[in-house]
């Protein structure tokens, strides 16, 4: 199972809105076929297993094991169930980590592969399964896209000086965080950090994809001249009425909601519907608090660096649990949890062990 999560992070930042899925066929101990979900769209992590066994071992198929870091599928979604495929191949044993909550699955994969007298055992590294699927479980049970904070403090405290931009962490955290901007299926910020810092918002650091830009910008005060208009990738300007005449590049689509107190939920609904699996807000401040006071946060990146500011835009308290802790030369990089998030992450692992 182990290989098979190794396998699943080979799609990386290429299979939103499906989840990372990698499978491995298993005969006598000796591992026969592997594969993993490449990306969204093409084949399963299982059909991929399948394809990959060589011919002299193909007819040990209705005899060897079949291990899968997520449920198999049951629906004709873009690809055929892989319950079909597991069940015209004859593979008598599976084993899966866990539970897909896609409204049309959740449970059936393993109940129609049980019905038809396949061996199925489920809840293989809960723990670990249902952190592999967290984005895709997340975005299907909560209706919302999976969503990631993520910001630099001085070690005062501060994110930033109005007006100015200053740089807080490091070069070694900046790649870190266009590591995660791989991960994120979309990245979000306001006005005033486009207007201060002009980001690109793409990923140039790491490998994989650039996640699509979107920018709050009430009354669209960001010029079309914004480096993330002309970044890689497409972007969606949030505003509350779109422009009449238009010099932006073909890539900027322009959003229109009320800018009121449902302004954060009617975005995440339209992200939703646009089957964007997961966000990743990077600021400013004043963003960042409307996630987390409206409890519409899963996980938070923060950056602290050894800088003084001695004033400024107060960062945020982030009120979850540390996962993790490390350093990055002199930042040091805490990831925290919301409390939602740990509960559905072990609500899963135990849902999945009973099968
Ligand atoms: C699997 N194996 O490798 C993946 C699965 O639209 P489709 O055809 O890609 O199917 C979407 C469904 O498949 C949905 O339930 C999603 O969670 C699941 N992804 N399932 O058996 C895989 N990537
Ligand atoms: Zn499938």
Redesign the pocket.
């Known amino acids: 199972m182990r290989r098979c999560f190794d396998l699943a992070r080979m799609g990386e930042g290429f299979?939103a809105p499906?989840?990372?899925?990698g499978?491995v066929l298993v005969h006598d101990g000796r591992i026969i076929g592997e594969g993993?979900?490449a990306r969204?769209?093409e084949v399963?992590?299982?059909v991929n297993a399948v394809r990959s066994v060589k011919p002299e071992d193909r007819q040990l198929l209705p005899h060897s094991t079949l291990y899968?870091s997520?449920?198999?599928?049951c629906?004709?979604?873009?690809?055929p169930p892989?319950t079909s495929l597991i069940l015209q191949k004859k593979i008598p044993e599976v084993l899966v980590s866990v539970l897909?909550y896609?409204a049309?699955?959740k449970g059936r994969?393993v109940e129609i592969l049980r019905n038809n007298g396949v061996k199925v055992t489920t809840g293989v590294l809960a723990e670990e399964g249902a952190e592999l699927s967290i984005i895709?479980n997340t975005f299907?049970a909560k209706r919302r896209p999976y969503i990631a904070l993520k910001f630099a403090q001085s070690a005062d405290g501060f994110m930033g000086v109005p007006g100015r931009q200053v740089w807080i962490s490091n070069k070694y955290s900046k790649r870190l965080s266009h590591k995660l901007r791989n991960r994120f299926a979309a990245i979000l910020v306001g006005t005033n950090t486009a207007l201060t810092d002009d980001p690109s918002l793409d990923n140039r650091l790491w490998y994989g994809s650039t996640p699509v830009k979107i920018l709050l910008d009430r009354k669209l005060k960001v010029p079309d001249s914004a480096k993330l208009f002309h970044s890689p990738g497409s972007s969606i300007v949030v505003c509350e009425a779109k422009p009449n005449t238009t010099d932006y590049p073909d890539t900027v689509a322009f959003l229109e909601l009320a800018f009121d107190e449902h302004l954060l939920d009617r975005l995440l609904e339209h992200l939703a519907v646009k089957n964007i699996s997961s966000l990743l807000v990077e600021g400013g401040a004043k963003i960042l608090e409307q996630f987390i006071k409206r409890d519409l946060w899963d996980e938070a990146w923060v950056f602290t660096s050894e800088k003084r500011l001695g004033g400024g835009i107060p960062a945020p308290f982030v009120p979850g649990t540390e996962v993790q802790q490390f350093h990055l030369g002199n930042d040091r990089v805490e990831v925290l949890h919301a409390i939602d998030r740990r509960e559905f992450s072990s609500k899963i692992a135990m849902l999945s062990a009973t099968g």
């Open positions: 299979t499906n989840p990372m899925v499978a993993f979900h969204y769209g399963h992590a299982e899968v997520l449920e198999p599928c629906i004709h979604g873009r690809t892989c897909d896609t049309e699955v994969g895709r299907v």
